[in-house]
């Protein structure tokens, strides 16, 4: 008894002593750390305090940083850290494993692109665990003032609506908070369904790190609370009553129940006046900042003159914009020259509602009673211009329409109008450009006479008299029947083509198919797909016959955009475009490109799955397979062939005195040199770091195998270049013989790695008894 508390008692005192030794060597990693933050190169950022005095041009200059700093939310590729009263933003590498409350050193470099500047992280480093900051009490007020931009704060308010969404994949939930002064939304890291209906309608305390909303062009529109976890979530008050709970409300008489009180304080902006559609809205343009201002202003004002305009901020369709706007036109002039810009500029609203001009061809022209619409197309790129009419109550009449030639290029000045949709982080939804005047739009180069609008004109003056004179009731229900019937024998073809897709079948086959799906439902016009710097597949035409026919060609775009080929059709001359033309073309290239996609992705996992990533040659899995293939071969003809097995001679040293980069291009020359020593239908494979194995199926004995295992040791006596550093490199080769040496496969492997083995020791040997 007096040995067992003896020996608890000793144990105890060792227990304590590997304590102890843990604390000294924790604080020395931490002390460790801190010093190489210190001891940064010159010019590296090492406070967040210092990178809060950065302006966004600063920033942008790649600045290179090393701060410690606690993480206070983290996703995958993203964290936000604290240090004291300053905050920030990274992008985290994609392996980062952090908990909120982790110290950690962040090196990297700034970045200026958006809102403030903040963090590319090339490194996070883990120095210890403590507590998350306390959360700061915030008022809706200061948030939108960016007062506590990145900090963790605790904000009060109800929720109006708690749900479960995706964001890269991952389920969150997401709350529209009402606060004292406005509407927030907060993201929860957190997937539990069951927290929604206690949430809805609750009075809760939420601590997050705060982030923003921002438009196209940068510009501050709501506020999101990162929240880490649910725990975050402090329910204060619950909910009065469940949806489920309450009486149903007739449609016509929810408005009743609305109560809104807006303290939202008038601003005053002043600037150029741009564009102006009375009742309805102004534009204001100073300098590179420009604002959609809402209005029932009616009195007439010029374009170009300098004018004031007061409003209440707000945000429609993503976009900052002022309401309730009264405008005063100073009558002095302040011109603005319109801004040059393409499709891709457009698109990416960074100029929304500033004064633009771009070009583009006309490809149809629409009046509407609301507004005129011009289809114009750059670069392939469909954009929309439009001319408004201002509201007829106001006794403006819209002058005629401009007629523009379809074809014709023209030069549009306009502004830039975009909207967003539901998820304002996805970009644009929406572009336009709004004229002034129809004197915006400016013809630069005319069509051809002979247009398409020509032709269809024509073939529908024919077609009336045809219908007016053969038209009958049996023949349109025959014509609905034949066609519902068409339609259902194209839908089944279809989906035999995505099941071929889906089963890996052929790729020509699957574009066979393809082209006989959109040559039926065009009704047996030639069809055929032309692959970029590939075949053409299907009813080809030649030249001489192509052009006594309209051929319609319809890209084949990948998603990352690069034209993957085209899907050609060739009409009568005198057809005309029509609507399932047009829809059966896109059907098709996007048959196409889904086929051509898969079958490239299935080739690229098939060649990455059997063939090794460094050195482009076969890797183990696929050598096994290899090996398999040449027992059966031989069993089949009674014969025999050849294993080797390669090891790489001191292959470490050159790792520890050249480099990781340099070992790795020595296995590259390496496997090129035996690559090349090696006959046709002979496998070369990489079976993992040094080692690699070569099947030699035609050999007629032992001595055909010698013959080539000298040629690839002769490889290794020229020295190897690699980034300016010579290696030299030799190589130990085991040999087994089927079915001599084994008759199966880990039979054959190990008889030739028993033999490199042997060959190994034997030249370690000779080298430790060399003189000298």
């Known amino acids: 008894m007096v040995h067992r508390q003896g020996t608890r008692q000793h144990g105890a005192q060792i227990l304590a002593w590997f304590r102890f030794c843990g604390r000294i060597v924790g604080v020395a990693m931490i002390t460790a750390f801190s010093a190489l933050a210190v001891a940064a190169p ?56 952090l908990t909120p409350g982790d110290r950690v050193l962040v090196r990297g470099t700034t970045r200026g692109i958006g809102y403030r500047p903040d963090i590319v992280a090339e490194s996070v480093t883990v120095l210890g665990h403590g507590a998350i900051p306390a959360a700061l009490p915030a008022t809706y007020t200061q948030l939108v003032h960016g007062d506590f931009d990145c900090i963790r704060v605790a904000v009060r308010g109800k929720v109006r609506s708690a749900d479960l969404v995706t964001y890269g994949r991952v389920v969150n939930i997401y709350l529209e908070l009402l606060m004292d002064g406005g509407s927030i939304d907060a993201i929860i890291n957190s997937s539990d369904g069951d927290l929604l209906d206690k949430l809805r309608d609750a009075e809760v305390e939420v601590a ?31 909910a009065p009553s469940r949806p489920e709970a309450l009486s149903f409300t007739p449609m016509d008489e929810i408005l009743a129940h609305s109560y809104v009180r807006d303290l939202s304080e008038r601003v005053w902006v002043e600037g150029t006046i741009t564009y102006y559609l009375p009742g309805v809205a102004v534009v204001l343009e100073n300098g590179a900042k420009s604002l959609w201002i809402e209005t029932k202003y009616e009195l007439p004002v010029n374009i170009g003159d300098r004018a004031t305009a007061s409003g209440f901020p707000a945000v429609r369709n993503g976009m900052l914009t002022l309401t309730a ?44 009673d609301s507004q005129d619409e011009y289809l114009l197309t750059d670069g392939g790129h469909l954009f929309t211009v439009l001319y408004r009419h201002a509201d007829d109550d106001l006794g403006f009449e819209p002058p005629p ?43 630069i180069a005319r069509p051809s006479w002979l247009t398409v609008r020509n032709l269809t004109l024509l073939i529908e003056i024919l077609l009336a008299v045809i219908l007016i004179i053969g038209i009958r009731v049996v023949w349109i229900e025959r014509q609905a029947r034949l066609r519902n019937a068409t339609m259902a024998y194209l839908e089944r073809r279809r989906a035999k083509i995505l099941e071929d897709i889906n089963n890996s079948r052929p790729l020509a086959e699957i574009l066979e198919s393809i082209n006989e799906l959109v040559s039926a439902r065009l009704g047996g016009v030639p069809c055929w797909i032309q692959l970029k710097d590939g075949a053409t597949l299907g009813n080809f035409l030649s030249g001489n016959s192509r052009g006594r026919l309209r051929v319609v060609e319809e890209p084949i775009l990948s998603r990352s955009g690069p034209a993957l080929g085209a899907i050609c059709a060739a009409f009568g001359p005198h057809t005309n475009p029509g609507a ?10 996007g048959l196409a490109r889904l086929a051509i996609e898969t079958s490239r992705l299935y080739s690229d996992l098939v060649h990455r799955s059997e063939f090794d990533l460094l050195t482009d040659i076969h890797n183990r899995f696929s050598f096994e397979k290899q090996i398999e293939i040449a027992i059966e071969s031989a069993r089949q003809s009674a014969g025999i062939f050849g294993l080797l097995y390669i090891d790489l001679n001191d292959f470490k ?24 020593q090696l006959r046709p239908g002979d496998v070369l494979a990489r079976l993992g770091g040094d080692e690699f194995a070569v099947i030699l199926p035609h050999v007629r004995s032992r001595a055909d195998v010698d013959e080539i295992t000298l ?19 030799t190589a130990s080769i085991g040999i087994a013989i089927y079915p001599a040496d084994g008759t199966t496969r880990d039979g054959l492997l190990s008889a030739a790695d028993a033999a490199m083995y042997a060959i190994k020791q034997t030249k370690r040997h000779k080298r430790e008894t060399l003189p000298g």
């Not at 304002?424 to 915006?440: E, I, K």
């Not at 790795?664 to 690559?675: P, S, T």
């Not at 040629?711 to 490199?729: K, M, S």
């Open 42 to 97: 010159p010019g590296t950022i090492t406070s967040l305090a210092a990178l809060h005095s950065l302006t966004n041009e600063e920033a942008d200059k790649s600045i290179p940083v090393a701060f410690e700093a606690t993480v206070t939310y983290h996703v995958k590729g993203s964290i936000f850290v604290q240090d004291g009263g300053f905050a920030i933003y990274a992008d985290a590498p994609e392996n980062a494993t």
């Open 208 to 238: 997050g790190s705060t982030s923003g909303k921002f438009d196209s062009k940068k510009q501050l529109t709501g506020i999101v609370l990162k929240v880490p976890a649910a725990s975050d979530v402090k329910i204060l008050k619950e």
């Open 325 to 368: 706007g009264e405008v005063e036109d100073s009558h002095q002039r302040s011109s603005i020259a319109p801004q040059k810009i393409g499709w891709d500029q457009l698109s990416s609203g960074t100029n929304a509602f500033n004064l633009i001009s771009i070009e583009g061809q006309v490809v149809k022209e629409i009046r509407e």
């Open 401 to 443: 329409m401009k007629q523009v030639p379809v074809g014709a290029r023209v030069r549009v000045t306009g502004i830039s109008s975009v909207s967003y949709g539901s998820n304002p982080f996805m970009g644009p939804a929406g572009y336009d450009v709004l004229l002034r005047s129809f004197d915006d739009i400016r013809v």
């Open 580 to 589: 399932i033309e047009t829809e059966s073309m896109a059907q098709a290239a």
């Open 653 to 676: 040293q050159v790792n520890d005195q050249f480099g990781h980069r340099t070992g790795d291009l020595y296995l590259q020359e390496v496997a090129l040199r035996m690559k090349s």
């Open 711 to 729: 040629r690839l040791e002769h490889c290794f006596e020229r020295p190897f270049t690699c980034e300016g550093h010579t290696v030299r490199g």
